[in-house]
Every structure is written in structure tokens, then in C-alpha cells.
């Protein structure tokens, strides 16, 4: 974020400094953040052509070929052994497939479980890498001192650096799963005999758990980057986070597709108390004077 650009946008929704600071939450303010952020990040080469790449290979190019392979394969012992792992999956899974021949199971199998970890790690990867600069970016680019005397308050700061670090993430992730879905049903349809994906449960992940666990990343993501002493050290830090989050995620969707509806609803209400509590020990965690230079807890 540039002074100028900042300055611009926080004084056009802004009133008295005092009153930001220890007044109520000014979401005019806070929104002034995120776009900024937003805006300063679809200018800028670097960081949204790596996000659409990363996309396009984990979300068409290799579902793509692995799909494309089981439809060329035919009815291989390849195909019966995977196809064998659909009829050992309890629940609807087994279910929607019943009754088809092995290179429909295989496709399904491959198909629906397939984006699980697609579904978390990109997103995932994208915002996490995009929080980790937020606070501690802005010291090194010499403009945290600006944010620390603007008029926005701390928790409008923070929240405004959330929601720009995670709407490039979700973003990916819908336009993703919009992508994925179409290539899915055109490759994979013909052999099950209908076009079967996004399935009940996938739209309930890709809608309410996916971008929970994604806040629950940020909120602890920013957080870290309110503390560190430079943009590295702030990305490794997410990297070690995002691993633990991207295998919980993992085997929370896993679960959730062989369950049902309600199992992945339940996951749905306690990742989001979890992204709740997360986010609300960020805002309190974060003090103005971290903008300037980086200070112990006490």
C-alpha cells in the first residue's frame, strides 16, 4: 500500500482521529483498508499471475490428465482397484455410485475425493503468502508509520488486512472450483452417466468450511506478521502454520464426503467458532505502535 493511496482512501471515510481510536468498530474505515490492499494487489504483476498459474495447473491441468487417464484405461485392473476403494467408502459415496461399472466408480472416486486437497492447499497457499506481508510489509516499505496516526484503529486495520489477504484465496478457490466442476462432468460425466459434480456436500465445504479454515490461517497469519522483523520471516512462520491447518482441512473434507450433508455441516459451525475466536485474539493482540517497530508482548 502506498502513503498516498492510503491516505486517500482513510481520510475520505474517516472523521475525527480520536474517534477511530477509541470509539466503536468504523466499517467505512476498515473497507477503506481492504481496498487498498486489493487494489494495490490486482496492479501488481508479481502476485496475481503466480496465483492464476497455480490455479490453472492444480485445478484443470492435473485433475485434467489424472481424470483424462482413467477414461483411456478403460476397464485396466487399475481402474477395478480404485474402483474397489469406492465400494469400500461408507455412506453416499458408495451410494451415488451403485449399480455402475469400475471405470464410473474410479471416475467418481477420483473426481470427488481428488479436489480435497486441491480445495485447501491452494487458497490456503495464496492468502497466507499475501497476509504474511500485510503489517510487516508495510514497516519495511516505510508506510506503517502512516497507518499508525491514521485515523483507522487498530481493529479496522487489522480486519481490513484480513479480508484482503483472504479474498484472493476464496477468489481462487471459487473460480477454481467453477473450472474444476465443468472439466469434471465433461471428462467424467459420459462414464457415470451424468453430470454429477459439485455434489451436496462439496457445495457445503466449498462454501462454508473452506473459507472458514481460511480465516482461521489468516487470523493467526496476520497476527505473526504484526510481530516478526521482516516479510521472510513472516512467510516461513506461514508456512509452518499452514501445514497443520492444510491436514486438519484435509481430513475434515475427507471425512465430510464420506459422511454426508450433516457431518460437514457440524465441521462447517466449528471451524467458523474456531476462525471467530482466532480473529478476535488477533484484534486484540495487535497495537498501533507495531507498525512502527516490533515489540515484545508486555
Do not use: C
Not at 27 to 38: H, N, Q, Y
Not at 81 to 106: C, F, H, K, N
Not at 164 to 175: D, E, I, M, R
Amino acid at each position: 500500500m502506498t502513503t498516498v493511496d492510503a491516505g486517500t482512501a482513510l481520510r475520505a471515510n474517516s472523521g475525527p482521529a480520536p474517534a477511530a481510536r477509541s470509539g466503536g468498530f468504523n466499517f467505512a474505515r476498515s473497507k477503506a483498508v481492504a481496498m487498498t490492499e486489493l487494489r494495490q494487489f490486482a496492479t501488481s504483476k508479481d502476485h496475481w499471475i503466480p496465483m492464476v498459474f497455480l490455479g490453472i495447473l492444480f485445478f484443470v491441468f492435473i485433475p485434467g490428465v489424472l481424470l483424462g487417464s482413467i477414461a483411456s484405461l478403460g476397464e485396466s485392473a487399475t481402474v477395478q482397484s480404485i474402483a474397489e476403494t469406492v465400494d469400500a467408502m461408507p455412506g453416499q459415496a458408495s451410494q451415488a455410485v451403485a449399480g455402475l461399472g469400475p471405470q464410473a466408480r474410479a471416475s467418481y472416486i477420483l473426481a470427488v475425493v481428488l479436489f480435497a486437497p486441491v480445495s485447501v492447499v491452494v487458497p490456503l497457499t495464496i492468502s497466507s503468502a499475501i497476509g504474511a506481508a500485510t503489517i510487516v510489509g508495510e514497516r519495511e516499505k516505510g508506510t506503517g508509520e502512516f497507518l499508525a496516526h491514521s485515523p483507522a484503529g487498530v481493529r479496522e486495520l487489522f480486519v481490513g488486512k484480513l479480508v484482503a489477504s483472504f479474498v484472493p484465496g476464496y477468489t481462487t478457490a471459487l473460480v477454481g472450483f467453477g473450472l474444476y466442476s465443468l472439466m469434471v462432468n465433461l471428462i467424467a460425466g459420459p462414464a457415470v452417466g451424468r453430470w454429477f459434480f459439485p455434489t451436496t456436500t462439496w457445495l457445503v465445504l466449498i462454501g462454508l468450511t473452506i473459507p472458514a479454515f481460511l480465516m482461521i490461517g489468516l487470523a493467526i497469519v496476520v497476527r505473526v506478521s504484526a510481530r516478526v522483523s521482516s516479510t521472510a520471516a513472516a512467510q516461513q512462520i506461514a508456512g509452518i502454520i499452514s501445514i497443520p491447518l492444510i491436514g486438519l482441512a484435509y481430513s475434515q473434507a475427507n471425512g465430510s464426503i464420506s459422511g454426508g450433508i450433516r457431518p460437514a455441516l457440524i465441521t462447517a459451525a466449528i471451524a467458523w467458532a474456531v476462525a471467530a475466536f482466532t480473529t478476535w485474539r488477533g484484534v486484540l493482540s495487535v497495537k498501533r505502535s507495531r507498525l512502527l517497530t516490533v515489540l515484545d508482548d508486555g
